[in-house]
Each structure stands twice: as structure tokens, then as C-alpha cells.
Nanobody, 118 residues
Framework: QLQFVESGGGLVQPGGSLRLSCAAS????????IGWFRQAPGKEREGVSC????????NYADSVKGRFTISRDDAQNTVYLQMNSLKPEDTAVYYC???????????WGKGTLVTVSS
């Protein structure tokens, strides 16, 4: 069955770092654009970063530019989000998202909680 599973969340102090991973099974990430989203308590889900399936083009929300880096390892069928200089406002459930565009295949992970607190 198709699965898309996040890992790497947890508790970190402000200024710390964390790396999230999202591993796919049952489908091949090579053919998908990948995004990371997050949802903080009481807020709407928002886009954090995305990377296209080809060309290595990335985008970042203004709030995370210079601190977060998205990457993909298609051989491992895994996408990553390296998060540095974390702030309390980064606290949220983080979700990975795969999108095949016009092919109409779209998948969400179940989410992993990141808590930034001293």
C-alpha cells in the first residue's frame, strides 16, 4: 500500500537544529514535487518549503528562509527538511506532501510534531 511517513520531530531548544525525514513506499518520489507544510495550534496549515521533481528548484516561506533547507534523495525515496536556528514560532506539526501535478497523484504524510521550547 502507498505510504508517506515523516520522522525526526521532537523537542528542541530555541536556536537548535532538527532534521525531518519523509520516506515513501508504494510510489516513486522521483516523479513528484515535494512540499513540507506545518500547522501550529489554532492556525491554518501553511506551506514551509517545496522542491520540484526536476531541476532542483526550491521555494521557502519567508519565515524560514536562511534557516531551513529542503532536499531529496530519490535513490532512497526520501525527502528531508533540515531546520536550523529554530524559534518557538516554528512549533507545529510538520507534514510532507507529494504532488505529481497533472497526473493527479497527491499524498500527505500523517505529520510529526516539532516543539521548540526552553
Amino acid at each position: 500500500q502507498l505510504q508517506f511517513v515523516e520522522s525526526g520531530g521532537g523537542l528542541v531548544q530555541p536556536g537548535g537544529s532538527l532534521r525531518l525525514s519523509c520516506a515513501a513506499s508504494g510510489f516513486t518520489l522521483e516523479y513528484y514535487a515535494i512540499g513540507w507544510f506545518r500547522q501550529a495550534p489554532g492556525k491554518e496549515r501553511e506551506g514551509v518549503s517545496c522542491i520540484k521533481s526536476t531541476g532542483g528548484i526550491t521555494n521557502y516561506a519567508d519565515s524560514v528562509k536562511g534557516r531551513f533547507t529542503i532536499s531529496r534523495d530519490d535513490a532512497q525515496n526520501t525527502v528531508y527538511l533540515q531546520m536550523n536556528s529554530l524559534k518557538p514560532e516554528d512549533t507545529a506539526v510538520y507534514y510532507c506532501y507529494a504532488d505529481s501535478g497533472a497526473y493527479g497523484m497527491r499524498y500527505w504524510g500523517k505529520g510529526t510534531l516539532v516543539t521548540v521550547s526552553s
